[in-house]
Structure formats: C-alpha cells, structure tokens
C-alpha cells in the first residue's frame, strides 16, 4: 500500500510504538504490529490490533496504570 500521508513510499510490515490518551490516562505501547512507512514513519494498524490496543487501554485505565509501558504481545 502507498503511504497516505507522503504518498511517495510503499509500506512495510513493521512495529511502531502508540500513545494511549484520554483524560488523565496516558500509556504508551511497544512493538505493535503496523504498516509502516519508510519514508515518513506513518504507521497504519489493522482493525483487530486497533480493537486489542483498545482493550488493553480500558484495562490499564481501570487498574489505574496511567503512565506504564505495555509491551504488545507476540504474536
């Protein structure tokens, strides 16, 4: 897939890291699985990862674990 951003480069599959946001939550996650571009370092996730990074987010936020790094599971 051609970058939508830069639109100059072909993606790679890859892993990027993703900051987690919302009121006083904030969380960031390592080695998510991603589209990534080589020329701009736009990462695109899938739909399922979205969903489990979602997941992951609501739990931490819940369990009060704002600020800790979440290390993306293997898969």
Do not use: W
């Amino acid at each position: 897939m051609i970058c939508l951003i830069c639109q100059k480069a072909e993606t790679f599959e890859g892993l990027t890291s993703v900051t987690l946001e919302r009121d006083e939550f904030r969380s960031v996650v390592n080695d998510v699985p991603a589209r990534v571009c080589p020329r701009c370092g736009e990462a695109y996730l899938e739909e399922e990862v979205t969903v489990h990074l979602l997941r992951v987010a609501k739990e931490l936020s819940e369990a009060g674990m704002s600020d800790e790094p979440y290390q993306y599971p293997a898969t």
